[in-house]
Structures are given as structure tokens and as C-alpha cells.
């Protein structure tokens, strides 16, 4: 079955940085595009990443474009979120997600809390 298992969430200060992976199994990883969203508490879950099957194509939401960085390692079969320039703004849960044979595949979510 398909899982998604993201990690490297953590408590961060302004300005700060932080890597998220999301280790994934069941499905052919190089075969999917794969997305970044994220959830702050209060508020809609929102897009805030994608990467192509390849990782040639990276396209970014607005609010993190120039701090964030998603690429993907297709042999360790992970993706992984960069963050840089961390504002409190930026808490939120960061969850990964990918769509593959029709449905739609979360992770559990880890917690990104920027707090000075």
C-alpha cells in the first residue's frame, strides 16, 4: 500500500532553517509527481510545493518562493523540503502528498513551529 512518512519537523527560531523529508513506499516513486502542503492551525490546508517526476520542474507557492527548495532523490525514493528564512508565518503542519492510480495519498503530517 502506499505510504508517505514525513519527518524533520522541529522547533525553529526566525531566520532559521530547517530539512523535511518524506520517505515514500508502495507505488513507483519516479512515475509521480510529488507536492508539499501545509496546514497552520486556524486555517485551510494550503499547496505549498510540487516536483516533477524527474525533479527538472519545481514550482513553489508564492509565500515561499525563495526560501524553499523541494527536490527528490528517485533511488532513495524521498523528497525533501528545504527551508530557509523561516518566519513565524511558516508554522504550520507540513505534509506530503502525491496522487497515483486516480487517488490521492497524504502523510501524517510533522509539526514545523518558527518561534523566537
Known amino acids: 500500500q502506499v505510504q508517505l512518512v514525513e519527518s524533520g519537523g522541529g522547533l525553529v527560531q526566525p531566520g532559521g532553517s530547517l530539512r523535511l523529508s518524506c520517505a515514500a513506499s508502495g507505488f513507483t516513486f519516479s512515475r509521480s509527481y510529488m507536492s508539499w502542503y501545509r496546514q497552520a492551525p486556524g486555517k485551510e490546508r494550503e499547496w505549498v510545493a510540487g516536483v516533477s517526476t524527474a525533479g527538472r520542474t519545481t514550482n513553489y507557492a508564492d509565500s515561499v518562493k525563495g526560501r524553499f527548495t523541494i527536490s527528490r532523490d528517485n533511488v532513495k525514493n524521498t523528497m525533501y523540503l528545504q527551508m530557509n528564512g523561516l518566519k513565524p508565518e511558516d508554522t504550520a503542519v507540513y505534509y506530503c502528498?502525491?496522487?497515483?492510480?486516480?487517488?490521492?495519498?497524504w502523510g501524517q503530517g510533522t509539526q514545523v513551529t518558527v518561534s523566537s
Open positions: 502528498k502525491t496522487r497515483w492510480s486516480g487517488n490521492d495519498y
